[in-house]
Structure formats: C-alpha cells, structure tokens
C-alpha cells in the first residue's frame, strides 16, 4: 500500500510522541529497546536498574495514550531484564491488560560463560490497551504459520533462526522479518497503524507496509535512520521511497539555519550522520572531536586510518582552522572535516586543503587532510572527500 502518512522520524522517540502522535490512533506498538544500554543499567548497580526503567516508564505511558481501544503493545526484553519490564508494563497497563509472555527462541551455538548456562531466548511481552477488546487474528496467524512451514508454532514458544532471517547489512539487533511478520498479522488489520518507537533497521516498518498496514517509525540517529532506509529500499524496491516521508531531518537552507539556532545537539547529530558517523555524546571524553570514523583500509603503516569530524552550530571563525588541526593532532587522525553552518569565503576551505593531504589507498586519489564544509551545502548534496571507504562496522565511541 503506497501511503505517503507512513512517517518516519529522527529524534527523540518520547517527544516525538508527544508532539506528533495523537491519542488513540495507534493498532499496534513494537518496542524493541536498546538492549545495550538495558545491559549496562542492569550490571552496574540497583540504581542503574533504577535509572533504566526512568528511561523506560514515560515512553511506555505515551505508547499507551496512543494506542486505540483495540491496540496492543509487544515488549522485547532479555531474560536478564524481563522481570523490570514486565512490573513496569503491569503498572501502566494493568495486569489485567497483560495477554502473553512469548519466548522466542533462536537456534544459536552458545557455550556457557562461568557457572550459568547460555542464554538461547528473548522474551516478547503482550500486552492489551484494554483487556478483551484487543485484535487476535488467529486465523491469519494460521495461515502465516501454514506459509513459513511451522504448523505448531501456534503456541507461546516461537523457534525461529536469528542468523537465518538476518543480514551483516543492517544493525545486530535487527530481528527476523518471520518473527515480526507474525506479530503484526496476529494484532492488526489492513490500513492499521503501526508504530515502532525505537526503529533500528527498519524491519518493522517494511513488514508492515508489505501487509498494507499504515507505520511511524522513529529513531534518534540519523546514521541509523539512513540504514532503515536502505532497508525498506532492499525489501520493496527503490519506489518505496515515494510512500513514506522523513520527518526531522533539514531539507533547506532555512532548515539548516533553524536546527543550528534552536537545537545545536540535534544540528550535531544531523551533521555528524551525513557522513556516515556516530556522536560520541556527552559520556566520552571530548576533546573537541565529535566524532571519529576508523577508516577500513589499513594505511601504508599498516594501521587503520582514522577521520575526525567536528561541529560548530555556527557560522565559520579564523581560529577554526588552528583548533582543527589540535584536534587532529589529539585523536593521531588522519583527515579531518569541519561543518560548520555557513563558510562565507571559499578561500577558507582552500587554506585548509593547502594545509597538506595523503593519498588514498583505494582510489589513489590525494585526500585533503583539513577540510571546512558548510552544513547549507551538505543539504544541496555536497560532501567532503573521505580517505576511503568507511567500514560501517568501525565507528568509535
């Protein structure tokens, strides 16, 4: 179904709901959360724990104020989490709303780690908007059990092959397209409204519109957002691009200047993704890089090259150039790239390039070692020249 309301977000998934979701037109959650950052509250201390169901309780009570009287929301949780989020869901659910504990079930080889046995599941919780009234499309699901050959995966316990159903293409955490084929089948109609609130690769949302459901997608990275799109491009062809619209993202020269003035963290993270990287965020050491991208061809020293990026939500100062090269020099990078909003003098990024360069081992073309960019131009499809391809997989923190 080709719907130009299927939306796709870049942002911050609770005010995102809370500025652009109304209430009660919502079919369907899936909310798959950062299992990552669960892991490290869950290891640290009870107060850890504390803080990620923080995270947690106020995304869950919007989801629940948008879901309709029908609706339904699926929890992806880890064994070693589970039990904080299913009292989280039963406080603002009811346990009255609560419908099924799924294990899904992963052939993957495993060996013990110290004196507990390897974990081979993950758990969905099920729970309705209003107990009884939820969607249960039990035939349907029969029929989709009937086309992926598992007759009996009728009950609570769905066995399905994380590797098989999963590509070195998107993010590890992306799920099977069987397992969300079910879900959305079992709990929603044609033209329903799915919404998934931590988007990942973009399986949710390409599964749904292959079964003509409606879907709002969100996601806070823009790197991220960019693989979800190649996702749904490699399951519904190139038009796809015509039926969904990215929401978040600067199409202008004025939408440039308006991030930059109102949201100099959300103009970082826009910046820094363009180029294929991730923000390293308040939590790391910040010498004044952004963000840095390990290069996945060895330079002739045989070590890996390194491409250090930094943002200015402002327009370009004479000392950038200077601080640019200490940045350089801190991080032992290779290349680096300035953006900054606006660079009035071309001669600026002139002077930089003439500060020196390398040659690429792939193309063998020289790659400036400085280089300034004005972020109006990124938007016109503009781009710094990089060393060399990026290993998508090498990204520091």
């Known amino acids: 179904m080709a ?16 500025r652009s979701l109304d209430q009660g037109t919502v079919a369907l959650a899936y909310v798959d959360p950062p299992f990552g950052t669960a892991a490290s509250f869950l290891t640290e201390s009870e ?33 070693e989490g589970a039990h904080h989020v299913r009292r989280l869901l039963d406080e603002i659910f009811g346990e009255s709303a609560f419908c099924n504990e799924i294990v899904w079930a992963y052939a993957r080889s495993t060996t013990s780690q110290g004196r507990m046995l390897p974990s081979q599941h993950e758990l969905i919780y099920w729970y309705a908007r209003t107990p009884g009234l939820q969607k249960f499309n039990l035939d ?16 609570d316990v769905w066995t399905i092959s994380a590797k098989e159903f999963t590509s070195d293409r998107y993010l590890p955490s992306q799920k099977p397209l069987e ?21 990942g690769s973009g399986g949710s949302a390409a599964v749904a519109q292959r079964l003509e459901r409606r879907w709002v997608g969100i996601e806070l990275e823009q790197q991220v957002v960019e693989i979800a799109r190649r996702r749904l491009i490699d399951e519904l062809g190139p038009d796809v691009a015509h039926t969904y619209r990215v929401v ?11 991030l930059a003035a109102n949201d100099p963290l959300e103009f970082e993270r826009w910046a820094v993704g363009l180029l294929g990287a991730r923000p390293r965020g308040f939590t790391q050491a910040d010498r004044g890089a952004d963000a840095v991208i390990t290069i996945g061809n060895p330079s002739a020293s045989g070590r890996m090259r390194r491409l250090v990026i930094e943002v200015k939500a402002r327009a370009f100062r004479s000392s950038d150039l200077d601080q640019l090269k200490k940045v350089a020099s801190w991080e032992d990078a290779d290349a680096a790239v300035l953006i900054v909003v606006d660079v009035p003098d071309p001669r600026v990024n002139r002077e930089a390039i003439d500060r020196g360069g390398f040659i690429s081992s792939t193309s063998g073309a020289p790659i400036p070692r400085f280089q300034v960019f004005g972020a109006v131009d990124l938007v016109r499809g503009a781009r710094p020249q990089m060393p060399d391809e990026p290993n998508p ?5």
């Not at 349907?140 to 009728?154: G, T």
């Open 393 to 397: 997989g090498i990204l520091d923190a």
């Open 47 to 79: 107060r850890d724990t504390d803080a990620y169901v923080e995270f947690l309780r106020p995304r869950l009570i919007e989801i629940r104020r948008t879901l309709n009287q029908s609706g339904s929301i699926f929890v992806h949780s880890r064994p």
């Open 140 to 155: 349907r699901l029969l029929a989709v059990l009937e086309n992926q050959q598992r007759r009996s995966a009728v009950g």
């Open 179 to 199: 397992l969300l084929e079910r879900i959305i089948v079992l709990a929603t109609d044609a033209g329903d409204l799915v919404l998934d609130p931590f988007l």
């Open 248 to 258: 978040g993202i600067p199409q202008t020269e004025g939408d440039v200047r308006e």
């Open 3 to 18: 719907n130009a309301n299927n939306r796709l977000y870049v942002g911050d998934n609770l005010e995102v709901m809370r």
